[in-house]
T-cell receptor, first 114, second 114 residues
Framework: AQSVTQLGSHVSVSEGALVLLRCNYS??????LFWYVQYPNQGLQLLLK??????LVKGINGFEAEFKKSETSFHLTKPSAHMSDAAEYFC????????????FGKGITLSVRP | NAGVTQTPKFQVLKTGQSMTLQCAQD?????MSWYRQDPGMGLRLIHY???????DQGEVPNGYNVSRSTTEDFPLRLLSAAPSQTSVYFC?????????????FGPGTRLTVT
């Protein structure tokens, strides 16, 4: 079985500040890892994903995440927050077996203060 | 391409009523799924389908039925609505289940059961 832990439900940063959203996973086999973003009243959109190869993954809108196997983590970062980054962010995991399902964390709401 | 479309966007039901949430995709994706999103719970998988004529249960299937007669459509039926089914429902599709493939989400249906 696999699971995702996103500590805290809400993060608030000032515009221009570093964004750090934490994600830890549990998986019995090597995982695929994803970050999705949900803007108000919309569906989810893929930000980035880790499959194989380079452990530092770059996504859309200046976000990136680093897969750290030893820490079972996949934290999302952005050097400088923008007001338009205010949204809910979900970390998700699936494993590499055929027909593996996607398991989501509970989500973190990011607020950006002017 | 329209991507993943869902109708209706909003719905209010009385306890005991039945209804069908529609989902369609025009990307020729084999895999489709239904999630519900509740505050602080993330997204939970209700039912999924790996191709026309094949469906299976997810994490929270009770009270819901699905069928997949075509590749494009994957309706979700509420047999006898209950207040516990008040939620936002998302349909998603991808080329294959799990693995590294991105899931594309519809805009959601906000359902209230009174």
């Amino acid at each position: 079985a696999q699971s995702v832990t996103q500590l805290g439900s809400h993060v608030s940063v000032s515009e221009g500040a570093l964004v750090l959203l934490r994600c830890n996973y549990s998986s019995s086999v090597p995982p695929y890892l994803f970050w999705y973003v949900q803007y108000p009243n919309q569906g989810l959109q893929l930000l980035l994903k880790y499959t194989t190869g380079a452990t530092l993954v770059k996504g859309i809108n200046g976000f990136e995440a680093e897969f750290k196997k030893s820490e079972t983590s996949f934290h999302l970062t952005k050097p400088s927050a923008h007001m338009s980054d205010a949204a809910e962010y979900f970390c998700a995991v699936s494993d590499r077996r055929a027909n593996s399902k996607l398991t989501f964390g509970k989500g973190i709401t990011l607020s950006v203060r002017p | 391409n329209a991507g993943v479309t869902q109708t209706p966007k909003f719905q209010v039901l009385k306890t005991g009523q039945s209804m069908t949430l529609q989902c369609a995709q025009d990307m020729n994706h084999e895999y489709m799924s239904w999630y519900r999103q509740d505050p602080g719970m993330g997204l939970r998988l209700i039912h999924y389908s790996v191709g026309a004529g094949i469906t299976d249960q997810g994490e929270v299937p009770n009270g819901y039925n699905v069928s997949r007669s075509t590749t494009e459509d994957f309706p979700l039926r509420l047999l006898s609505a209950a207040p516990s089914q008040t939620s936002v429902y998302f349909c998603a599709s991808s080329y294959v289940q799990g693995a590294s493939y991105e899931q594309y989400f519809g805009p959601g249906t906000r359902l209230t059961v009174t």
